[in-house]
């Protein structure tokens, strides 16, 4: 499962990156972005990344 962050909508609070950081990162700016693909064991806590999200800057395209 993949998952893309809109940019302008993050606020870079680091709380998907604290729950799943298999899958998320920060970019060179300071930004949230999906890194990885989110399989096995790791999409669950993708999905509750996506969820508790604050600006709902996560998306599955
Ligand atoms: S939880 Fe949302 S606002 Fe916070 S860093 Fe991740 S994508 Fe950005």
Known sequence: MNYIVIKGKCIS???CISIC??????????IAVAYNEATGEVAN???EAMES???E???RP
């Open 53 to 55: 999200c604050p600006t």
């Open 57 to 59: 800057a996560i998306e």
């Open 13 to 15: 609070c680091g709380l």
């Open 45 to 47: 806590l993708a999905q």
């Open 21 to 30: 950081p298999d899958v998320f990162c920060y970019d060179e700016e300071g």
